[in-house]
């Protein structure tokens, strides 16, 4: 297969690809596997867990992966340009537009709409947690310290989240010595 016949391939891909990274594992199984029988299924799973193990965009690390395995390193980097090239380009296209429609009050107030709904769903996705959560006194406890945490020492969240991990880490362990794993 070709350089170029591979970065079409992809493109394609990329152009069709909504819904994000996990859409793509049925996509390319069906390009790859069954249609051109160029990988096997088991690969693609292995390339697809891979790619979730690694930083970046799922999309474009599992690009890497077929393309390395297909044409070696320029393959690689011709998938992923490949997988990138529309939605880069659409990217482009929408900030050019979204622009020039800043300062439009049609826009302005879709924005704000779309903000107060977002704010919405965060609070039925807390509402939701916190029914399904197993309350108890260091729940409540840990719910409060991190809190405060937050709004009166402002820890980063990311600082606040490892605090209360080794914390909740802590906890299980000392609840299973005194329990005895019983509950």
């Given at each position: 297969?070709?350089?170029?016949?591979?970065?079409?391939?992809?493109?394609?891909?990329?152009?069709?690809?909504?819904?994000?990274?996990?859409?793509?594992?049925?996509?390319?199984?069906?390009?790859?596997?069954?249609?051109?029988?160029l990988?096997?299924?088991?690969?693609?799973?292995?390339?697809?867990?891979?790619?979730?193990s690694?930083p970046?965009?799922?999309?474009?690390?599992?690009?890497?992966?077929?393309?390395?395995?297909?044409?070696?390193?320029?393959?690689?980097?011709?998938?992923?340009?490949?997988?990138?090239?529309?939605?880069?380009?659409?990217?482009?296209?929408?900030a050019?537009?979204?622009?020039?429609?800043?300062?439009?009050?049609?826009v302005?107030?879709?924005?704000?709409?779309?903000?107060?709904?977002?704010?919405?769903?965060i609070?039925?996705?807390?509402?939701?947690?916190?029914?399904?959560?197993?309350?108890?006194?260091?729940?409540?406890?840990?719910?409060?310290?991190?809190?405060?945490?937050?709004?009166?020492?402002?820890?980063?969240?990311?600082?606040?989240?490892?605090?209360?991990?080794?914390l909740g880490?802590?906890?299980?362990?000392?609840?299973?010595?005194?329990?005895?794993?019983?509950?």
């Amino acid at each position: 297969m070709s350089l170029f016949k591979l970065f079409l391939i992809f493109v394609k891909i990329g152009a069709i690809l909504l819904g994000g990274g996990y859409v793509i594992l049925p996509i390319m199984t069906s390009e790859f596997v069954e249609k051109k029988n160029l990988i096997t299924h088991d690969d693609m799973i292995d390339y697809f867990a891979l790619s979730q193990s690694l930083p970046g965009i799922i999309a474009a690390n599992i690009s890497m992966f077929i393309g390395y395995k297909l044409r070696g390193k320029w393959g690689a980097i011709t998938a992923m340009i490949g997988i990138t090239f529309v939605p880069f380009w659409c990217i482009v296209l929408l900030a050019s537009v979204l622009g020039s429609l800043v300062n439009n009050s049609y826009v302005q107030g879709a924005l704000w709409g779309v903000g107060v709904a977002v704010i919405a769903l965060i609070m039925l996705t807390v509402r939701e947690m916190w029914q399904k959560s197993n309350k108890n006194m260091y729940f409540y406890t840990i719910f409060v310290l991190t809190l405060g945490t937050l709004l009166i020492f402002k820890l980063s969240p990311i600082q606040t989240i490892l605090l209360f991990t080794l914390l909740g880490v802590g906890y299980k362990r000392l609840d299973e010595g005194v329990n005895g794993g019983r509950r």
